[in-house]
């Protein structure tokens, strides 16, 4: 079954560092990779997504993932926080086949952006 | 519509009762999903519909949990006897499609059961 590991429950960062989020999947096939981001008492918004196109994948405000089959990741990056990136992120996976459609979600990080 | 509406944004029910979640996803979307939410438990696929074909009812939890979706858009989730282990944040999507181009979500409702 697939699943989707995040390394870190809690990150924090000082404003203007480096963000660096890590996901780690388990599949035999590589499967597409979603980012999404939430805010507090909000939904989830796609921050970006890998699906076998270009391996580094850009995404909105300013972050980017690297798909990296031989290491099975898809880490988060951005290279110089704001304040406003603090909020809770979600890596997830959709397999193919029977799970097509499907969302497998990790169990978040959430990022504080210290000033 | 623009998004993903759900309502209410907020439920409080007795344990025992039957609640009702809705969702209206955006307009076109072909592809809708249920979402759960809660503390130790992540984010946990319940149900989608795609189309007019037979929904995948497979991360339901119970057979206390069911939905529908009336003509291909709105759906509603219903709990009957709801448990204090259903208090949950239900999160709706909607998609083009069940491909990759990633899902809308919408805010949740956020459902407390005393």
């Known amino acids: 079954a697939q699943s989707v590991t995040q390394l870190g429950s809690h990150v924090s960062v000082s404003e203007g560092a480096l963000v660096l989020l890590r996901c780690n999947y388990s599949?035999?096939?590589?499967?597409?990779l979603f980012w999404y981001v939430q805010y507090p008492n909000q939904g989830l918004q796609l921050l970006l997504k890998?699906?076998?196109?270009?391996?580094l994948v850009k995404g909105i405000n300013g972050f980017e993932a690297e798909f990296k089959k031989s290491e099975t990741s898809f880490h988060l990056t951005k290279p110089s926080a704001h304040m406003s990136d603090a909020a809770e992120y979600f890596c997830?996976?959709?397999?193919?086949?029977?799970?097509?459609?499907?969302?497998?979600f990790g169990q978040g990080t959430i990022l504080t952006v210290h000033p | 519509g623009a998004g993903v509406s759900q309502s209410p944004s907020n439920k409080v029910t007795e344990k025992g009762k039957d609640v009702e979640l809705r969702c209206d996803p955006i307009?076109?979307?072909?592809?809708l999903y249920w979402y759960r939410q809660s503390l130790g438990q992540g984010l946990e696929f319940l149900i989608y519909?795609?189309?007019?074909?037979?929904?995948?009812k497979s991360g339901l939890p119970s057979d206390r949990f069911s939905a529908e979706r009336t003509g291909g858009s709105v759906s509603t989730l219903t709990i009957q006897r709801t448990q204090q282990e259903d208090s949950a944040v239900y999160l709706c999507?909607?998609?083009?499609?069940?491909?990759?181009?990633?899902?809308?979500f919408g805010s949740g409702t956020r459902l407390t059961v005393v």
């Open positions: 519909f795609q189309g007019n074909s037979a929904p995948d």
């Open positions: 599949s035999s096939v590589p499967p597409y």
């Open positions: 997830a996976a959709m397999a193919g086949g029977t799970s097509y459609g499907k969302l497998t």
């Open positions: 890998y699906t076998s196109a270009a391996t």
């Open positions: 307009s076109g979307h072909t592809a």
């Open positions: 999507a909607s998609s083009l499609g069940t491909g990759p181009s990633g899902y809308t």
